[in-house]
């Protein structure tokens, strides 16, 4: 299969999950993929390390959670545990104009995110070397965003401490998980509803030429998160609500 061939693949693709890209967007993904190849080579980013695995298993992959948020476009953003960008860059790609904050601890990363960022002239976009449970207590960030993502970064009862208190009241959490969430899902439900939460919504999709579906796990932001949350580094994970 040649390049342009894969690229017009992945568009395909992409227009079968309903998030159709311009020829400019396609052209950024093939910088953004060139860019993780590259540095991948000097640094642990991910561990896919095919150039047709990155565009299903981290670009559609990512993609697809516009499913559920719909245009983002002058919407707010918060990407937490972003790992390489993983969902919000290429969401950012796709809806050019929304505000995306990236959240990545590990510096390294962020300097990988600060390079993708410059060439592809994105705008509005902020690179946060924090911890989520930091973030959540900072003025700036509390209760700021319409959206707050996470994929593969905890189990769901520590993961809505980290997402909750950052999303607006009325803004949404999305949470992609793997078929692990059935037993996820209902041990949440405590935690969800102490941090402000409404009843989570389980939403699927199956990338193109997979049989095993992704799924998203969808909270809206009902009520204010109470002020003692999150608590401080390490303990949502150590005593999950």
């Known amino acids: 299969m040649t390049v342009s061939?894969?690229?017009?693949?992945?568009?395909?693709?992409?227009?079968?999950?309903?998030?159709?890209?311009?020829?400019?967007q396609v052209a950024q993904f093939a910088i953004y993929q060139q860019l993780l190849l590259d540095w991948n080579a000097?640094?642990?980013?991910?561990?896919?390390?095919e150039p047709a695995e990155i565009r299903l298993r981290h670009?559609?992959?990512?993609?697809?959670?516009?499913?559920?948020?719909?245009?983002?476009?002058?919407?707010s953003l918060i990407d937490v545990g972003t790992g390489a960008g993983f969902p919000g860059l290429p969401l950012k790609i796709l809806f050019p104009h929304m505000r995306l904050t990236l959240v990545e601890s590990?510096?390294?990363?962020?300097?990988?995110?600060?390079?993708v960022v410059d060439a592809l002239a994105l705008e509005q976009v902020t690179i946060v070397a924090e911890r989520a449970e930091l973030l959540g207590q900072m003025p700036q960030h509390r209760?700021?965003?319409?959206?707050?993502?996470?994929?593969a970064v905890a189990e769901l009862r520590t993961l809505v401490e980290f997402l909750l208190p950052l999303c607006r009241v009325g803004g949404t959490v999305l949470a992609q998980k793997g078929e692990g969430v059935h037993e996820e899902l209902p041990n949440g439900q405590t935690a969800v509803r102490l941090l402000g939460g409404a009843q989570p919504e389980l939403a699927e999709v199956t990338l193109p030429g997979r049989e095993q579906p992704h799924y998203f796990v969808i909270i809206k932001k009902v009520g204010e998160t109470p002020e003692k949350y999150p608590r401080r580094v390490g303990m949502p994970g150590k005593r999950p609500l």
Do not use: H, I
């Open 59 to 75: 670009f559609l992959d990512s993609l697809s959670c516009a499913r559920v948020t719909g245009d983002l476009n002058g919407r």
């Open 143 to 151: 209760q700021q965003y319409d959206w707050a993502t996470a994929r």
């Open 106 to 115: 590990v510096a390294k990363k962020g300097q990988f995110l600060q390079a």
């Open 42 to 49: 000097r640094m642990n980013l991910t561990a896919v390390r």
């Open 5 to 24: 061939t894969e690229w017009e693949q992945f568009a395909a693709w992409a227009a079968s999950l309903g998030v159709p890209l311009t020829p400019e």
